[in-house]
């Protein structure tokens, strides 16, 4: 396949081939070149996860948890059950009427909505926790491929055991979930440190006038770099930097291969949602069905789980370990308990790597205002999802099999997206975050029209303003478009703020802040339903919350804050740059 570096196809092109691998770093660092089955082993886990991420998570997570909730709850004023014989349910299992279903948990009247929601955002919290704490660990040793393998399994088997949650065990649901979506986050920042690994030992990657200095492990991480005079001085010039990374053999593979492997894991989650909505059109004609409303839903996530480990097994025969440098304090004849406590160590280096990070980057104008922008960005790209999901099922009463198109609905456009944007923003000539801009833009159309039901003609109408099924496929259309075009863009607006030899290091900076402010927006979208009874009251947080960010975006300036990153990068003091990593 052209996107992969060629083969070589006689004997002299192999030993070239063979001769092109960099020196070891460190002891016991594999420099072998990079071969298709590994690539392939890499493209295997994406394509595993990535189902759990957009069948689990973006659609059949939310509603059996509100499935499980609802059949162990009943209604606000009448008390009887939201499900079963003598309950007044919609052959969907939803109550025909908007009355809210309550649940009992741990002494509170929970609506079954918001303990879905409510669910998310514990388990985004816990994931935003996680990822930081794991961060540096996985660049030791054989950590990398373990912890993959590790997050993989465990994420398997939690949707797996769905199948044995029963209504009266609702609350275990709950857990799965936050194990599920922590170990989903955790192995994809994982899977993603073998990018820059899989690219720098590919055979085509040959620049002989290249300094093994290019390839340490602490130049993605570290500071150091900004107050070495040597390097600071052998740095290109700011233009030529731009020029000779857009066009880099490295950037251009690392490229081929991301979205070669992101193409590959939506297109598997389509294929999966279809197998859903066909297994949930089988099973919804049984009599099992109609005794376990959440027996559907249940063996979808049974399904989705199998497809997660059965891909995680293939990567885990196909991926090469390819270890990290050997823990410092830690020598082949140290205890078992050594081991761990150096362990725990990098746990706590991780965080003071985050806060160095953090200070560094509030002396940059651009990156403090993008990043207040992404956070409040990043909070409604995450509530819109389960609140379009559970209102859906909850207060339009589609189908678990509606839904599921619903959802690769949205899927199929945010591929679309994905391509259709530089088309667009090079059409209108937009920079970076004037697209941004014109992304929130249509994204706030998705709020505005569920908040159109509460004028009071549009009411009477019947229709308009999300009272409709079919009203709200066009929005996951418009969803999935701009969901796509945020997510490209505003890592790549992101990028260009960033001090040069800090990449990854900031970057870890942007995914803490993404993680960490996504969990507020389904918590106070828990509370207004609880509050009010309604899904739809969720609207008018997110038209605001999307709002929010829209200066913020409109205040950047890409040019200014490029400019401000490389002069840190030159004249950063010796005390800030220094000791990044230590």
């Keep these: 396949m052209a996107v992969f570096s060629q083969l070589a196809s006689s004997p002299e092109e192999a030993d070239a081939g063979a001769d092109r691998h960099r020196s070891p770093r460190y002891p016991g660092e594999d420099t072998s070149p990079t071969q298709h089955r590994e690539i392939w082993g890499w493209y295997a886990y994406g394509i595993a996860a990535e189902v759990f991420a957009v069948c689990g998570v973006g659609s059949f997570l939310p509603l059996t948890l509100e499935q499980l909730a609802r059949e162990q709850g009943y209604l606000l004023s009448s008390r009887q059950a939201c499900v079963g014989p003598d309950a007044p349910v919609a052959g969907n299992g939803t109550a025909p009427t908007n009355e809210a279903c ?19 955002s514990l388990a985004v919290l816990v994931q935003a926790l996680t990822l930081v704490s794991f961060s540096a660990l996985a660049d030791y040793e054989t950590n990398r491929k373990s912890l993959l393998l590790a997050f993989g399994f465990v994420g398997s088997v939690s949707s797996m ?36 690994i899989l690219v720098a030992n590919d055979p085509s990657i040959h620049s002989p006038s290249r300094k093994d200095e290019d390839y340490a492990e602490g130049d993605e991480f570290s500071l150091r770099s900004w107050t070495d005079e040597e390097d600071t001085n052998d740095r290109p010039a700011p233009a030529e930097s731009g020029k000779a990374g857009s066009t880099s053999p490295e950037l251009q593979l690392s490229t081929r291969l991301s979205s070669r492997g992101v193409g590959l894991g939506y297109g598997a989650a389509i294929f999966v949602q279809v197998l859903s909505i066909v297994l949930l059109f089988t099973l919804s004609k049984t009599v099992m069905a109609k005794s376990f409303p959440s027996l559907p839903l249940r063996c979808v996530l049974l399904l989705v789980g199998i497809w997660w480990g059965v891909f995680t097994f293939v990567s885990s025969r196909w991926l090469r370990n ?18 761990w406590r150096v362990r725990l160590g990098l746990v706590g280096f991780a965080w003071k790597s985050l806060w160095k990070t953090i200070k560094v980057a509030v002396r940059l104008r651009e990156v403090v205002v993008f990043l207040a922008a992404w956070f409040l960005l990043s909070d409604a790209m995450a509530t819109v999802s389960g609140t379009a999901i559970l209102f859906a099922r909850t207060e339009l009463h589609l189908s678990t099999t509606s839904v599921g198109l619903l959802s690769i609905t949205a899927t199929t456009s945010g591929m679309a997206g994905a391509f259709l944007w530089p088309v667009v923003s090079r059409w209108l000539g937009l920079a970076s975050n004037h697209t941004v801009l014109l992304c929130l833009a249509l994204f706030e159309i998705i709020p505005l029209y569920g908040m159109l039901a509460y004028i009071p003609f549009v009411r009477n109408w019947g229709v308009l303003g999300l009272q409709q099924p079919w009203e709200i496929f066009p929005l996951g259309v418009i969803h999935g478009l701009v969901s796509g075009g945020l997510s490209s863009y505003c890592r790549s607006l992101f990028g260009e703020l960033i001090p040069p030899g800090s990449e990854a290091a900031f970057y870890a900076l942007y995914a803490a802040t993404d993680k960490g402010s996504s969990f507020v927006g389904p918590a106070v979208v828990g509370a207004l339903i609880d509050a009010t009874g309604s899904v739809r009251s969720g609207f008018i947080f997110i038209a605001v919350l999307i709002l929010l960010p829209m200066p913020l975006v409109w205040l950047v300036n890409a040019e200014r804050g490029r400019g401000d990153a490389v002069a840190m990068a030159k004249h950063a003091p010796s005390e800030e740059g220094e000791g990044l990593l230590r």
């Design 161 to 196: 055991l769905f199948m044995l949650i029963a209504p009266p065990v609702f609350v275990l649901g709950a857990l799965l979930v936050v194990v599920g979506v922590t170990c989903l986050g955790s192995s994809f920042v994982v899977l993603n440190s073998f990018l820059p």
């Design 322 to 339: 390819r270890p990290g440098p050997p823990l410092e304090g830690v020598s082949p004849g140290s205890g078992y308990l050594q081991k």
């Design 102 to 120: 309550i649940v009992p948990v741990m002494g509170l009247e929970i609506n079954t909505a918001s303990f879905a929601m409510y669910t998310f």
